[in-house]
């Protein structure tokens, strides 16, 4: 059984963008008959808030997405997730890294130029230290960050949504120099230890996927499925965010527009129903086809986050 899931940061109240995916992610596992889970992805202590975690609940439930039990919080998963970091640490294929993020970025503006180079891929610039050179870094209070070695390795898979998709593997961090586990090692191990089979998500993670991809392989585990589903725009084709108006249900509220209506416009913008066409989230199941999902982002009409008309 492919189950699915949904995983929220809860560094903000959920916006449209994102409760789309979640209907989408629960489309692809209901209509199957399968499972589909929340997990709680609240492994930045300071970004997490409590109060985004109630009203993700909250709101997802209003729309009229159900899930299973359990529901993971990534934050009490330290140890499982430390297990990880020391069986990679174990190949050998791992090293501490100094660089700041301003170092990083400029020599990732570099790298990116490859072909398939995942977005700020890593220039591999503390690859080869030698244990001098580490040793003069840590005396001067530099705290590393955990990688482990692409090996110039490239993964292709090919995505429910996306297509066909192909990515160099960068150096890339499985620990923070914080010490929390970085999301790439989480959400792999996560996803395995709760048998997940189709991940669905934005598809402003497709590029990181490959890196999971070869995490996976790394821990001997069978990889999920991906479907990437295009993002959620303003109508100047911006992310959306909070400063584009009524992006979140309680702003949608606000402006009279309740959590049914919010569905049927996030239903009519998939192409599942008629624009204003009051409809249910049984109903949406029946008519969904993972084969017919729109390809391209959709660009929020502008009158939608400003007004109820
Ligand atoms: N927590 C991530 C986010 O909110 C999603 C991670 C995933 O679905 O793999 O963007």
Redesign the pocket.
Known sequence: MPDG?????P?ARLHLG?LR?ALIAWLFARSEGDRFLV?I?DLDPVSSREEHIDTAFADLAAIGLDHDAPVLRQSERRERHEEAVSMLVATGETYPCFCTRREILADAEAAARAPHAPAFAYAGTCRDLGARDRAEREAAGRRPTLRVRGQGRSFRFDDLVAGPTEGMIDDFVIRRADGVPA?NLA?VVD?HDQGIGE????D??LSTTPR?LFLAELFGFDPPSYAHVPLVLDASGERLAKRHGAVTLADQAELGRSAAQVRGLLAASLGLAAPDEPVSADELLDRFDRRALPRLPWSMPIELLTSSA
Do not use: K, M
């Open positions: 899931r949904f995983a929220p940061s560094s994102n995916t997990r992805e999301y959400v996803d991940v669905v998500r934005g402003d993670l999971q």
